[in-house]
């Protein structure tokens, strides 16, 4: 496990005995992520469907003590099938901001995939916050130590969920 930090990026790595397109597979499909989450905020996903492409929205049930329960529409903005795919939440129903003009902070998340040998892969988790008002980014760069905490208990769920026994 690896973790790096940038101007409000965090990334954390985690090799996972697993082929990319198995790992791509749970990750492009919003109703296997309530497995992976590791940060206990998700509910679970509104609609059934597999992520396709660029453009795609999925929305997710969220809960966060200070806002309560929530959703968070996340717009595809990377695809490419069996190596990245990333998305751009925005403020749904619920959501403090939902009803401001402009309320999306312009973050996102991502998955990088690297096959890394028969049946393995390096995965890649990034919360990248670079596009943030300065502001938000203050918020995430004080936080940077629980980003890492959660994104490695995601990783390490994932690869519980794919690896080849």
């Known amino acids: 496990m690896t973790s790096t930090t940038g101007e409000a990026v965090v990334a954390v790595s985690r090799h996972i005995k697993a082929p990319a397109q198995a790992i791509f597979r749970t990750l492009a499909d919003p109703g296997r992520h309530l497995d992976l989450d590791g940060s206990g905020m998700l509910r679970g996903g509104v609609f059934d469907f597999v992520v396709s492409g660029v453009g795609d929205v999925f929305v997710m049930r969220m809960h966060y003590e200070p806002y309560g329960d929530y959703e ?82 995601t990783l390490e769920r994932l690869a519980e969920l794919c690896a080849v026994r």
């Open 72 to 153: 968070m529409k996340n717009h595809v903005v990377e695809y490419a099938p069996d190596r990245r795919i990333g998305w751009e939440p925005r403020p749904g129903r619920g959501h403090p901001d939902a009803t401001e003009p402009g309320a999306a902070w312009g973050h996102r998340w991502i998955f990088d995939l690297l096959p890394n040998g028969a049946g393995a892969t390096v995965v890649t988790e990034i919360f990248d916050g670079s596009r943030m008002p300065e502001d938000k980014r203050a918020e995430v760069d004080s936080g940077r130590a629980w980003w890492q905490t959660q994104m490695a208990s």
